[in-house]
DNA sequence: ACTAGATGTAAACGTTTGCTGACTTAGCCA
DNA sequence: TGGCTAAGTCAGCAAACGTTTACATCTAGT
């Protein structure tokens, strides 16, 4: 679970330590990162205890609040990780490509996790703040996804296209979380190839190609 | 666990009270079931306790343990009115029909709270015997919706049917949670007329009409 | 009217939670 | 090599949790 050899300081100046440094900050970060999204994409924020986070992380519990502050930054950490995440998938696709992009999202399973950061946004902690930037990628992704379709800021007639959007992209969180997390077959045994094409009518339903 | 909840022992002949009797446990439990169904599909299982959900039905805490045997039993019994509701819905609906009854869900917010019992099929408690309950009502459900457009059980070839049924389900309860519990606008306040249109186009495209 | 049992109440129990402060150990440079 | 600081450990606190226990009060049947 957590007995890692003992690793001889290594003083490495520029390459990535090709095993891990006994001491070394923002690798603990990031396996804090890792194990916290994955618990509360899956348990939920409440059900998930630092505790936990602490032990898969195979880290001390009290450098979580070194770290974050509080369990809440920890989740808000995992937000914005997740936010950055999602937006790279939005913006960065050609809109054509969407509904492949939605699917790997949501095949992965893996440790990666792509799926489980999609499910994370369907989490809330009770927390104003963390609710907030839940709220704020949701609506930028979903502005993304339907700006790729024709829809502008403020433009009359098009407030139709951004719910619609906003629409595709609850279907596709709706998707991974009954994947990842309720397990429910056979939708959680479909491969990424199996996904793709109900996805892909899906989003073309919504948001149809102009 | 053997203890059953005590027999309501009304002599109620037919009319159904005017006012509230002082003492009447059906009436306590069915208070304690409408407020624990909008506090989990809200907030989680693990984020409400049981004294919100005693405080909102204005019941004393320890009845819960009285009716219920405990906060599982309580979100299992939960469940399986949200079961009995959905499974209402997509076995009595015509084929062609189902996605005015899903918007007709999707959009009661309101205190009768159709919304919600979608929402509470996406909150886990990690208790094993409750997730065997949602799993099953989503499985039947995603069955019945499938049976509408010609899946049959094992045969070949259709089980993409069911995958693509699974798939409506999960939009329409992502759908569901964005609205009511994450806020997403105008998701959020989208109306029913808004929303069935999409969902049309939705539903058609996953599951063509035959 | 009386009483037995159903219904509701109040207070506390033991456990688990997030978090903290004092402590120890490892890494790095002079 | 010493020593200073970053990194990690440890034990425990106060609050909140689900549940139980002992008690009070209402209702129905006779």
Not at 11 to 25: I, K
């Amino acid at each position: 679970m957590t007995a890692e050899p003992p690793v001889p300081a290594t003083s490495n100046t520029a390459g990535e330590p090709a095993q891990r440094r006994r001491r070394d900050a923002a690798e603990t970060r990031q396996l804090l990162l890792d194990a916290a999204r994955q618990r509360f994409a899956r348990d939920g924020y409440a059900a998930t205890t630092v505790r936990d986070i602490a032990d898969d992380a195979g880290v001390n519990v009290a450098l979580i609040s070194r770290y974050f502050t509080s369990k809440e930054g920890l989740f808000e950490a995992c937000l914005r990780a997740a936010g950055d995440e999602l937006r790279r998938t939005t913006g960065q696709t050609p809109a054509d490509r969407v509904p492949e992009a939605i699917a790997r999202h949501i095949a992965d399973l893996g440790a990666a996790g792509l799926s489980s950061q999609l499910s994370l946004l369907l989490r809330s902690s009770g927390d104003a703040g963390a609710d907030e930037i839940r709220r704020g990628v949701l609506v930028r992704s979903s502005e993304q996804l339907a700006a790729a379709r024709g829809w502008r800021p403020g433009e009359p007639g098009s407030e139709q296209l951004l719910l619609r959007a906003q629409m595709a992209l609850a279907a596709g969180i709706g998707v991974a979380v009954l994947r990842s997390s309720i397990r429910l077959e056979p939708l959680s045994s479909a491969t990424e190839q199996d996904l793709v094409g109900p996805l892909r009518d899906l989003v073309d339903a919504l948001l149809p190609p102009r």
